[in-house]
């Protein structure tokens, strides 16, 4: 399973990376521009993204080193850079302490305790990401641009 969860994070990682080329292909503009969405941007809904897998991972590792010092993207070139030090940080804390996840015990914003196998928190991550670049591909086409494929089957053709 571990290589089936990591597998859907690099998934995830491509697909997070093709969409950000493509909103900076488009114009810079549209990545701050505010619009009537699940959040007020598409730079917004990027950080939203990020900031969950940030705070996962740190539910996983308690004592991981995570940069929290961004709190926003001011950029594109940062949001890249972001998830790019994010991704590496994930995949290699959970293929060190894969065996130690097993269950993984934790509390959400509320304070309520759950627990969770280091899969099922893989699988969201990766769901939870699908669902956001749909936001962000329904605020490119309201901009009246075009959008570009991060669907799961191209992530396959795209690996050959």
């Given amino acids: 399973m571990k290589e089936h ?9 491509w697909a997070n990376m093709k969409l950000l080329g493509h909103v900076e292909s488009i114009e810079e503009d549209i990545f701050h521009k505010q619009m009537n969405s699940v959040f007020p941007s598409i730079a917004e809904t990027f950080y939203h993204i990020f900031r969950g897998q940030r705070i996962w991972i740190k539910r996983c590792i308690t004592d991981l080193a995570v940069d929290d010092s961004i709190t926003s993207f001011q950029d594109i070139d940062q949001a890249k850079k972001g998830f790019t030090e994010l991704h590496s940080i994930m995949i290699d804390s959970i293929n060190l302490h894969y065996e130690k996840l097993s269950e993984v015990v934790y509390q959400n914003t509320k304070g309520t305790t759950f627990k969770n196998h280091i899969d099922e928190i893989m699988h969201h991550l990766a769901n939870h990401g699908t669902y ?3 936001n962000i591909a329904s605020m490119i086409r309201e901009c009246g641009y075009n959008g570009t494929s991060t669907d799961y089957i191209q ?3 795209d690996l050959g």
Wanted: proline share 0%; glycine share 14%.
């Fill in 5 to 13: 969860g990591i597998h859907m994070l690099q998934y995830d990682y």
């Fill in 155 to 157: 992530y396959l053709r």
């Fill in 132 to 134: 956001h670049r749909g």
